[in-house]
């Protein structure tokens, strides 16, 4: 079984992600930000580091579904932290759209993107965190990390609208949308249970 948790940032997919992989026993892969040799320059100058940023989450997200099909193989569950499907459909596609990426490096990086696109499988369940634009704020503060300070509102927002797009043509399996504006999965156990019961109903037909 293989969910994967989708979003915008600070949505609460890290946080939610190592919940549940706690709760089902499952093992978690998380994205990377830490090691990320290019993330603060990015935010610093975007056109001049997005094609080497979508280059590099690329290949690690790539390289993370590689081990996931190998983990499946052995029948074992994973929670994914964000797929390289947003990767190429949100933030990609936002850089080009609004002139921080040139024709021609997307061009280049989305045929890199379709020749691995083809040896990935979908997740069993797509969890979509729906969260608006004060929500999503609030918990970028909330995590303080500094090269996120400068994050401008309408980067929030063309990415969320990417979200909204891409969600209302996902087909590739199942979906499940949670608004997550009123939850706190963080301090009230109950919003946590809300959206495992949803996972149990939706994966397994339980509740
Ligand atoms: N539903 C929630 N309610 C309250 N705080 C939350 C919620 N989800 C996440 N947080 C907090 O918001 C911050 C960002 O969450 P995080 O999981 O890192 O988001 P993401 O991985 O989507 O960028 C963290 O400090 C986290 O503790
Ligand atoms: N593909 C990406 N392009 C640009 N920025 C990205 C991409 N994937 C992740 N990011 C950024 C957004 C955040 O600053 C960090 C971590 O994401 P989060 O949603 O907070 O888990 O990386």
């Known amino acids: 079984m293989h969910i994967a948790i989708v979003g915008n940032i600070g949505a609460g997919k890290t946080t939610l992600a190592n919940k549940l992989a706690h709760?089902?026993?499952w093992e978690v892969f998380l994205e990377d930000v830490d090691h990320n040799p290019y993330l603060k320059d990015f935010y610093d100058d975007m056109p001049r580091w997005?094609?080497?940023l979508q280059v590099y989450f690329l290949n690690s997200r790539f390289q993370q579904t590689q081990r996931i099909k190998a983990l499946q193989q052995n029948n074992k569950g994973?929670?994914?932290d964000r797929t390289i499907y947003e990767d190429a459909h949100i933030f990609a596609a936002n850089l080009h759209q609004s002139g921080l990426m040139s024709e021609r490096d997307y061009q280049n990086y989305l045929n890199l993107f379709q020749s691995m696109i083809s040896m990935v499988n979908p997740p069993d369940l797509?969890?979509?965190l729906r969260a608006d634009l004060p929500k999503l704020?609030?918990?970028?503060?909330?995590?303080n990390r500094d090269y996120e300070n400068n994050?401008?509102?309408?980067?929030l927002k063309h990415l969320n609208e990417h979200y909204e797009e891409w969600i209302k043509g996902y087909t590739a399996g199942r979906l499940l949308i949670v608004d997550v504006n009123n939850l706190d999965y963080v301090n009230n156990?109950?919003?946590l249970s809300v959206i495992i019961d949803k996972i149990n109903s939706t994966l397994f037909g339980l509740f």
Do not use: G, M, S, T
């Open 151 to 155: 994050i401008k509102i309408d980067y």
């Open 50 to 52: 997005a094609f080497h």
């Open 137 to 143: 704020v609030q918990q970028i503060e909330k995590r």
């Open 78 to 80: 994973v929670i994914q």
């Open 23 to 25: 709760h089902f026993n």
């Open 126 to 128: 797509l969890l979509y």
């Open 189 to 191: 156990p109950e919003d």
